[in-house]
C-alpha cells in the first residue's frame, strides 16, 4: 500500500469548501487537474473522472464513490482489471480549524502488486497535481 497526499489551510468555512468540491458539474471553472467529473457524489454512483496530471498525462476513469459525508469528506474508489493488481482510493477531506479555516486534504490510497512497480516520477506527478488542484482551490475560494 502507498498513500500520496497534499494539504492545505483555505480560509473559510467547511461548508463552503464542501459546496465547490461537491459540485461536480463546475470542476472545469476552476480545477486545472480534473477538468470533468460526471455522476453525481452519491454513495453508490460510478463517476467518470477525466484528468491531465501536471505532468502532462490524460486519464479517464470510472471509480465508484464509497462515502459521502457533509461536509466533511468525498471518497471515491476504483481500480485497474482487479483490486489485486491495482487499485485506488481517493480521499478528499475537510477538517475544520476554526469557524472560517480548514484543513483540506487530497490524497490517494493506492494497493495491490503493481504499486511496488510505480515509478518515482508517477508518484511525484500525482503529488504535484494534488497541489495544484489544492491551490486552485484555494485560490477559487478565497477570492470569491
Known sequence: MKEIKAEIKILASAEKVWNIISDFQNYSQWNPIIKKITGEPKVGTKIGVHLTTVGGKNRVYHPKIIK?????????????????????????????ISETEVNFTNKEIFSGLGVKFSPKKMEEDILASFEAMNNSLKKKIELT
Open 68 to 96: 459521502v459525508e457533509a461536509p466533511h469528506e468525498i471518497r471515491w474508489y476504483g481500480k485497474f482489471f482487479s483490486s489485486a493488481i491495482f487499485s485506488g482510493e481517493r480521499v478528499l477531506t475537510i477538517d475544520k
